[in-house]
C-alpha cells in the first residue's frame, strides 16, 4: 500500500476506489506489530478498529461518512476512552478502565475517525523523555538509541513512525512540543482552554491542554477545528466561537516576528539549534519579513514558576488516587497503612517526586515564599508576553535546547531533565498557543524544532505562518 501522510492524499484515495478504511488499519496494524521495539503503543484495538473501518467504508459507499474518514489515530494513555483501558503510565492505575469519553475523543469519533490505540507517555505526563513510564520508554523511530522526548514520547513516535496518521497528546509544560522537535514532526499546543479537558487525567489542571501530532498542518488544523469549542462538561472551557481552522491554511503578507535575545544567547542553547535559528530568521527577512530582537529578561523565572505550580497542583490532583476508588491496592493491616503502602509502592520516582514538592510548597510556613510569589510571577510573565504581541503577530524560539538525547542521560539529575523545558514553558505559563514545526538537522541527523507562538486563540495564525514557515525551508533545501 501507498504510504500516505495526509488525509486529503487518503481520502482521495478512498473517493477513486484506490484503498479501503479495513486496508489502512490492517496497514498500520501491521506497522505497529513490525515495529513493536519502539514501545510507542501500550494497548491496540485491533479487533475493534476493524470493525469501525467496515463500518466508515459502507459510509463512504453511502455517501454519509464524517471530514474524518480516513483518519487513524493513536491516543496518549491519559485520555478517556469508554471502556478501554487507561493507566497515565502509571502502576497505580493498573487494570483501570475509563467509564467515560473525553469530549474531545467524542468529536473525532463522531466523524468517523479510528481510534487504533492506546500511547506510552511518562507517568501522569510529568517527564521530558518517556522514561517515568510504567511500561518501560518508547525509543526514537529515527535513532532508537534515543529519547522521543515526553511526556507524549509515544504519541510522537506514533507518527514520525507511521504507525497511525495522526495522535493526540497532552501539553502542560511542553509534552507535545518538545518530543515533535525530538522526532521530526508537527505539534500543536492550542491556547489554555481551547479543547475541553473533560476525560483528560489531570496533571496541572491550569496548564494541561490537549495537543495534536500531524505530519502536515492542514490534518493538525482540521483535528482542532473538530475539537475545539465549548463544552457542557468542563466549564474552563472557552466559549468562543472556533474558526474553521483547515479552510485558512496560507499566509498572506508579511509577518511582524519578535525573536528572544535571550534564548538565542542562552548558554544550554546548542550550536547547531542556534545557528539553524539564525539562518531561519534570516530567510524570513530576505522574504520582506519584518524581523527584530525583543528583550525578556524574565527567561529564568519561567521555569521555576512552571515547577512551583504545577508541582502543587499535582499535589492536589494526585491526592485522589488512595488505593480505595481506582486501580492499584496494597494489602495492608488498616486505613491509614494502605493508603501510604498503595501510594509509595504505585507511585513512580518522579511523581513521587513532584508530590512532595507541591506539598512543600503549599505547606502553611512556605505558602507565600513559594506558591503566591510564584503565581505573581506567572502574571508578571503572561503580560510581558503578550506585551510583545501588541506589536508582533509572533514569537519565534527554539523549541528545545538540544536535540534528541541518549536514553538514560539525564534520568539521573531531575535539574537536567527539567531544563529540557527551557523554552516551552512560556506559552504553558502565559496559556499561549505554541507550535513545534521541524526546520532542520544538526550534524547527526537529528531533527531541530522551533515554536511558533502567538496571543490568545491566534491559532489561525499560527497554523498560516507555520505553514509558510515549511515552505520555505523547503525551497531553501531544494536550492541548496
Ligand atoms: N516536561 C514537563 C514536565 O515534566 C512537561 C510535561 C507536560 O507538558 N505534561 O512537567
Given at each position: 500500500m501507498k504510504a500516505y501522510t495526509a488525509l486529503a492524499e487518503i481520502q482521495k484515495g478512498l473517493a477513486k476506489g484506490e484503498v479501503t478504511v479495513v486496508q489502512l488499519v490492517r496497514h498500520y496494524l501491521d506497522q505497529i506489530e513490525?515495529?513493536?521495539?519502539?514501545?510507542?503503543f501500550v494497548h491496540v484495538f485491533e479487533q475493534e478498529a476493524l470493525e469501525r473501518a467496515q463500518e466508515v467504508d459502507q459510509r463512504i459507499a453511502k455517501g454519509n461518512a464524517g471530514k474524518l474518514a480516513g483518519m487513524v489515530l493513536g491516543i496518549k494513555d491519559v485520555l478517556c476512552y469508554k471502556d478501554h483501558p487507561v493507566q497515565a503510565a502509571s502502576?497505580?492505575?493498573?487494570?483501570?478502565?475509563?467509564?467515560?469519553?473525553?469530549?474531545?475523543?467524542?468529536?473525532?469519533?463522531?466523524?468517523?475517525?479510528?481510534?487504533?490505540?492506546?500511547?506510552?507517555?511518562?507517568?501522569?505526563?510529568?517527564?521530558?523523555?518517556?522514561?517515568?513510564?510504567?511500561?518501560?520508554?518508547?525509543?526514537?523511530?529515527?535513532?532508537?538509541?534515543?529519547?522521543?522526548g515526553g511526556s507524549s514520547g509515544g504519541s510522537a513516535v506514533a507518527v514520525q513512525a507511521g504507525l497511525c496518521l495522526a495522535s493526540l497528546g497532552t501539553d502542560t509544560g511542553g509534552s507535545v512540543r518538545q518530543p515533535a522537535a525530538f522526532c521530526d514532526v508537527i505539534g500543536l499546543k492550542p491556547t489554555y482552554s481551547r479543547i475541553s479537558r473533560y476525560g483528560?487525567?489531570?496533571?496541572?489542571?491550569?496548564?494541561?491542554?490537549?495537543?495534536?501530532?500531524?505530519?502536515?498542518?492542514?490534518?493538525?488544523?482540521?483535528?482542532?477545528?473538530?475539537?475545539?469549542?465549548?463544552?457542557?462538561?468542563?466549564?474552563?472551557?472557552?466559549?468562543?466561537?472556533?474558526?474553521?481552522?483547515?479552510?485558512?491554511?496560507?499566509?498572506?503578507?508579511?509577518?511582524?516576528?519578535?525573536?528572544?535575545?535571550?534564548?538565542?544567547?542562552?548558554?544550554?542553547?546548542?550550536?547547531?539549534?542556534?545557528a539553524e535559528m539564525e539562518q531561519v530568521l534570516n530567510r524570513l527577512r530576505e522574504e520582506g519579513h519584518h524581523v527584530e530582537p525583543v528583550s525578556f529578561p524574565l527567561l529564568d523565572y519561567v521555569l521555576p514558576t512552571y515547577y512551583i505550580l504545577t508541582t502543587a497542583e499535582a499535589s492536589s490532583n494526585l491526592s485522589r488516587f488512595d488505593g480505595v476508588r481506582y486501580g492499584y491496592r496494597a494489602e495492608a493491616q488498616n486505613l491509614d497503612q494502605m493508603y501510604t503502602q498503595t501510594r509509595s509502592e504505585g507511585f513512580g520516582e518522579e511523581v513521587i517526586r513532584r508530590i512532595l514538592l507541591g506539598t512543600f510548597v503549599l505547606s502553611a510556613s512556605y505558602y507565600d515564599a513559594y506558591y503566591t510569589k510564584a503565581q505573581k510571577l506567572r502574571r508578571l510573565i503572561q503580560d510581558s508576553t503578550r506585551e510583545i504581541f501588541k506589536q508582533y503577530d509572533f514569537i519565534l524560539l527554539p523549541t528545545t535546547p538540544t536535540t534528541a538525547f541518549e536514553l538514560g542521560k539525564k534520568l539521573q539529575s531531575p535539574i537536567e531533565m527539567y531544563l529540557a523545558d527551557l523554552y516551552t514553558v512560556q506559552a504553558s505559563v502565559a496559556g499561549i498557543p505554541s507550535i513545534s514545526i521541524p526546520v532542520g538537522k544538526d550534524e547527526q541527523g537529528k531533527s531541530i524544532g522551533l515554536q511558533v507562538m502567538a496571543d490568545f486563540f491566534q491559532e489561525q495564525k499560527i497554523f498560516a505562518f507555520a505553514n509558510e514557515l515549511i515552505s520555505l525551508q523547503k525551497t531553501h533545501v531544494n536550492t541548496l
Open positions: 513490525q515495529k513493536k521495539d519502539l514501545n510507542a502502576k497505580i492505575l493498573s487494570g483501570f478502565e475509563s467509564q467515560f469519553t473525553a469530549t474531545a475523543i467524542q468529536r473525532l469519533i463522531d466523524e468517523d475517525v479510528i481510534i487504533i490505540g492506546s500511547l506510552n507517555c511518562d507517568e501522569f505526563a510529568m517527564g521530558s523523555t518517556n522514561e517515568h513510564s510504567t511500561y518501560g520508554p518508547a525509543k526514537n523511530a529515527d535513532f532508537p538509541d534515543c529519547v522521543p483528560l487525567i489531570a496533571y496541572a489542571s491550569s496548564f494541561d491542554t490537549i495537543g495534536i501530532f500531524t505530519k502536515n498542518i492542514e490534518d493538525n488544523a482540521l483535528l482542532l477545528e473538530i475539537m475545539a469549542g465549548k463544552d457542557d462538561f468542563d466549564s474552563t472551557a472557552s466559549q468562543q466561537p472556533v474558526p474553521k481552522y483547515s479552510q485558512h491554511t496560507q499566509w498572506e503578507g508579511k509577518a511582524r516576528v519578535a525573536y528572544l535575545k535571550e534564548t538565542i544567547e542562552h548558554e544550554g542553547l546548542s550550536p547547531a539549534i542556534r
